[in-house]
């Protein structure tokens, strides 16, 4: 290696730390916990591992799976240049909502869901330029973030915990939201939609797009395949590897957490044959980039030959500063033009 590019390499580290220090700096967890009651509401058993594993079984046999959303159109209310999900309850996570940009007679579709902590505004620069690219694009807004989170925290910390059960619960809601939107934008005409996700945004939209046939494609960066490793071995949820060790094992966590690693699907991504994009950072503290390596073997051997896989040389964080963005965003383009002409 040369000494610019050992010097670049340092310059990228360097960054990426100091703009997740702030994030890292914020976060908290509670204490272990399997959080069956979480997952099922009313439910009174054991609360256990054993009993988180059994609960996720009984909901995946039911029809349509743990992320089941029944059938038909879902009913969507837009108020100014937002689509609300109608008929869903209050809860603490605030109402099921997406951003619109673009036009709705647009040909193809962009579903954009955020990492975890994102501030939501700092993906309307990418929903407008593919709008400005011909793209009818729906910016998710996940529960506990922007205009559903109930406080001023930086962190969502309901979202991603040492709950394991109220984990699942939280992105199982966001995938049933994902599909939800996703039938919207492709009913009644011949819309193609691709479903974009960074970081646990793309572990959200990969399993929206394995098991929901309204997504056509799939954009997945800063991502993993194994969900339990990521947040086992990332720097900013070591505070949630802190809570676990010494009450379960690595092992105890990839068998409850398996419902949520893409790695799960790689059966449904073969069946279907869906393209992917899969961006890769190289210097990735969060989501180690082995993982995603491991997911994109993992697809081609199933027999997905097109599946395509970038890697960036820079961190998890600059992934979405400049000049990297600019980067990802071509390339995002680029595919959906070329799979969806």
Known sequence: MSAKLAYLDRW??????????VIERA????????GVADLISGYSGENSLAG??????????????????????????????????????PTAAGQPQARLFGSRNAGKALLVVPHW????????PLCTVCALAGFLVALVVPPFHG???YDARLVANEYVSAN????????????????????WLAAGSTRRVT??????????????????????????VVTGGDFAYAVWNGAATSHIREALEGRITFQQLQSAWNVLALNTYVPEFAASGIPMLVVSARQDRIVLPENASDFVGRVRLAGRNSIQH????????????FPFNIFVIARLIGFIRREHP
């Open 147 to 149: 205009e559903r989170r």
């Open 52 to 89: 988180l594993e059994a609960a996720i079984r009984r909901i995946s046999g039911q029809e349509g799976g743990i992320f089941g959303v029944g059938e038909g159109e879902p009913q969507i209310v837009i108020r100014g240049r937002t689509a609300f999900i109608d008929g869903h309850p």
């Open 310 to 321: 970038v890697t960036l040389r820079c961190g998890h964080y600059t992934a979405g500063t």
């Open 195 to 220: 479903a974009f996700g960074a970081s646990l945004g793309s572990c959200i939209a990969g399993i929206a797009a394995a098991v929901e046939p309204a997504i056509r494609s799939a954009v997945l």
């Open 117 to 124: 902590n994102a501030r939501i505004d700092a993906y309307v």
């Open 27 to 34: 976060r908290q967890t509670d204490a272990y916990t399997p």
């Open 12 to 21: 990228i580290d360097q960054r990426d730390r100091a703009l997740g220090a």
């Open 164 to 183: 394991l059960g109220r984990t699942v619960a939280a992105v199982r809601m966001t995938v049933q939201e994902v599909r939800q939107f996703a039938r």
